[in-house]
């Protein structure tokens, strides 16, 4: 079936009109559609994709809490609340680099407030999601390497024995994936995971796309307190899963062949390792 025709039965299932392309992404075509009086956003993914699928499950889970409501969805689409302002870096493009920081914190409380007694069934556990972390590092210490590979999926693994506050975690909080609405900020598109609660404070403080704050320590320790103190959680912690988040998203990228991501990455583990 053409992209077309997939469009059209999804418009005709779910009573939908009037598609806009916003956005094609390597996992979806994204549609602002109308139902009824309201604007909508249309996800139509790409096949075999997973992880869309779930992130619908954290959706779900967070129902509205923090996040845009996810109103249906199945294998090959997902239909949700539409939030039509500003991208949270726009803040920090105009200076306020710590306020942002502060409704980050603010979005994941909200998302992390939600009752934690629904099954968590098709949710990838911290421990299997750090698996490229611990490959390289398997690879590193065959060859008789003690790299920085080697010694952050050392403290992964000490992070992930003995986690605390369990929760549904969105997994991809960033200045990218926060909108303002009606509502407020929202968080958009998890990765649909579950641990250790502190862990999504780890993406926050590798983004935005700016070097010269990502790459300042003055600026990281800062923004890694305003989070501990605003979510009530362990500095260290919050440094030390920044750190092995860092040389995670290093091993996705080595993976790939992304040589400017995999320097921007260790960089940041570089400017943390040193605070552990």
């Known amino acids: 079936m053409s992209d077309t025709d997939r469009l059209n039965s999804y418009l005709a299932a779910w009573s939908l009109s009037n ?10 075509h994204i549609y602002t559609v109308t139902y009824g009086c309201e604007t909508l956003i249309l996800k139509l993914l790409s096949a075999s994709e997973t992880e869309e699928q779930r992130g ?11 996040a845009v409501r996810l109103l249906r969805f199945d294998a090959g689409a997902q239909l949700m609340e539409y939030a039509p302002g500003d991208m949270l870096v726009t803040l920090v493009e105009r200076g306020e680099d710590e306020r942002a920081t502060q409704i980050i914190a603010q ?6 407030s939600v009752r934690q007694d629904a099954p968590r069934d098709g949710l990838v556990p911290l421990e299997r999601w750090f698996g490229a972390l611990f490959a390289k590092a398997a690879t590193d210490r065959h060859a008789g390497s003690e790299s920085i590979y080697v010694r952050s999926a050392a403290l992964a693994s000490r992070l992930l024995a003995e986690q605390r506050d369990i929760c549904v975690l969105h997994g991809d909080i960033h ?12 968080a958009f ?9 502190t862990y999504d404070c780890a993406n926050t403080l590798c983004n935005p796309v700016m070097p010269e704050l990502v790459h300042n ?7 890694a307190a305003i989070l501990a103190d605003i979510l009530g959680l362990d500095l260290w912690r919050v440094l030390a899963f920044t750190y092995a988040y860092a040389c995670l998203n290093a091993s996705w990228w080595l993976e790939l062949g992304g040589d400017d991501i995999v320097k921007w990455a260790l960089n940041i ?5 040193p605070h552990l």
Do not use: C, M
Request: charged share 25%; proline share 5%; aromatic share 6%.
């Open 107 to 112: 979005v994941i409380t909200q998302l992390h």
């Open 19 to 28: 598609p806009r392309l916003l956005a094609r992404t390597r996992t979806s």
């Open 189 to 197: 598109d998890p990765k649909g995971l579950v641990g250790e609660r």
């Open 269 to 273: 583990a570089v400017i943390v390792e």
């Open 217 to 223: 320590e003055t600026r990281l320790l800062t923004n």
């Open 56 to 66: 619908a499950l954290s959706l779900r889970y967070f129902d509205g809490h923090g």
């Open 175 to 186: 200045h990218y994936n926060i909108r303002q609405s009606p509502r407020g900020w929202l």
